[in-house]
């Protein structure tokens, strides 16, 4: 026999009996996302390389140690780690700037991270995510982060936690940076191999590592001082203030909290994540916030703008498995032209219908019908004469015998 061939490590298939879950995640995203204007965008599933060195940021671990990148005809590529930058390039490429704000787009779909595979974390997973453009002011992320809310409560997730924090604008985060710099600087030995690099490259970064000595060291009282000292400039204090009273306004439950810096360089002002503790340590579902100058970055014009990502493996970790749905009828006959003429019938009426292909015995097509089907259908030699069919319901074992052109209104 020749050899079998496996999945690579890191991916997976989506297999028959898990997509009506799937499908769930996406006929939910598009009724919810819809009912506040977002129209779906769908890019391509690889960019030129450059667009994520700059637009993810290249201080970053996806554009560091996890994207995969090939080269075709000397141009370099990479898979998608993330659909904002294509997002963002799409938007800019097509001159969407020039609609009237706010611009509300989403998307689903695979992206891919060179990552060490465990529960929870693939190196292909999926995300479903929005990105709204155009909108300065903490309305914007308020109706955001409503947005992600509604849509978790719609696929029945009520009890997640919203943490939130603000890391500023440029403007005064320089200053913070500085500062942090400078108490961890005596500390600097100790902190783990990344963590000097983002000391020189990006210190925010820092609050990120998971690394536990790390942890230790931002958990020291003079590091903590620093790091939890407030720096946010007049506007963007006001900026965040606002957003914090309109998500009390709706009610949002949500904890501050100053570590949470997200992955991404190109955030400022909002960021936010929503986590379960149903998830083990991948406890995170959604990450966002808003990132006023990636526009800009990529070439197009200053225009701010705010998203979302949530991970569709970890929402489906936490759904309860749904039912399998069952056939609405299974047609039984010795006649596989009447079986298939009925068949036809109602399928054409948009009911869910099979008969045997196989031609096996009666016998062995009524328990076929009773695991796969709510009503068994039956033609014998009786109904075929007197153009009628008898509809056994197959889970109270009721069976009445009924017109054929009447099935309609019994199944
Ligand atoms: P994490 O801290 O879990 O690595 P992240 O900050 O890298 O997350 P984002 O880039 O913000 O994640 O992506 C948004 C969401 O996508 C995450 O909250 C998570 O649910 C999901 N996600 C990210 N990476 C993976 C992965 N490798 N496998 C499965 N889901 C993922
Ligand atoms: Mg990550």
């Known amino acids: 026999m020749a050899k079998i061939i496996n999945v690579i ?3 997976k298939d989506i297999l028959p009996q898990d997509i009506d879950d799937w499908h769930r995640l996406e006929e939910t995203a598009l009724r919810v ?9 769908r890019t391509p599933i690889f960019e030129a390389t450059e667009l994520f060195a700059r637009g993810v ?3 970053t671990d996806i554009v560091n140690k996890e994207m995969y990148t090939f080269e075709k005809n000397e141009r370099s590529l990479t898979l998608r780690p993330e659909n904002t930058a294509g997002v963002v390039r799409s938007f800019i490429e097509n001159g969407m700037s020039r609609l009237s704000a706010p611009v509300k787009l989403w998307y689903k ?8 595979p465990q529960a929870g974390r693939q190196r292909q997973f999926h995300q479903v995510g929005v990105e709204m453009f155009g909108i300065s002011q903490p309305t914007a992320d308020a109706e955001v982060i409503l947005l992600a809310i509604d849509y978790l409560k719609a696929l029945g997730l009520n009890d ?3 943490e939130l924090n603000s890391l500023g604008c440029p403007k005064c985060r320089e200053a913070y940076k500085t500062k942090i710099k400078e108490v961890l600087k005596p500390y600097l030995n100790d902190l783990c191999e990344d963590c000097k690099t983002r000391y020189e490259k990006n210190p925010l970064r820092l ?3 998971k690394v536990e000595s790390c942890q230790e060291i931002f958990n020291r009282p003079d590091v903590r001082e620093v790091i939890f000292s407030d720096y946010l400039c007049e506007e963007c204090a006001e900026h965040y203030s606002v957003l914090k009273s309109l998500l009390n306004e709706m009610d949002v439950k949500y904890s501050e909290n100053k570590l949470l810096v997200r992955g991404l360089d190109y955030y400022n002002r909002t960021v936010f994540e929503i986590k379960s503790n149903n998830l083990g340590s991948q406890n995170a579902v959604c990450g966002g916030g808003r990132y006023d100058s990636l526009v800009r970055n990529l070439g197009g014009d200053d225009i701010p703008a705010i998203g979302w990502a949530m991970g569709m493996e970890r929402l489906l970790a936490l759904l309860p498995k749904s039912e399998p749905q069952k056939l609405d009828g299974y047609v039984i006959s010795d006649s596989p032209v009447e079986a298939l003429k009925l068949s036809e019938e109602l399928r054409n009426s948009g009911k869910f219908v099979e008969f045997d292909l196989a031609c ?3 016998t062995k097509q009524l328990e076929k019908a009773s695991k796969l089907a709510k009503y068994a259908l039956i033609l014998g030699e009786d109904e075929i004469s007197s153009n009628s069919v008898s509809v056994k319901n197959l889970e ?16």
Not at 33 to 41: M, N
């Open 9 to 11: 490590k890191g991916t």
């Open 57 to 59: 940021g290249d201080t």
């Open 160 to 162: 997640l936690e919203v």
């Open 360 to 362: 096996k015995k009666f």
């Open 33 to 41: 996302f819809s009912g506040y204007g977002y129209r779906e965008i």
């Open 109 to 116: 779909g695979p992206m891919f991270r060179y990552e060490r």
């Open 396 to 411: 109270t074992s009721e069976q009445v015998t009924v017109k054929r052109d009447e099935v309609l209104s019994v199944i």
């Open 207 to 209: 609050l990120d590592c």
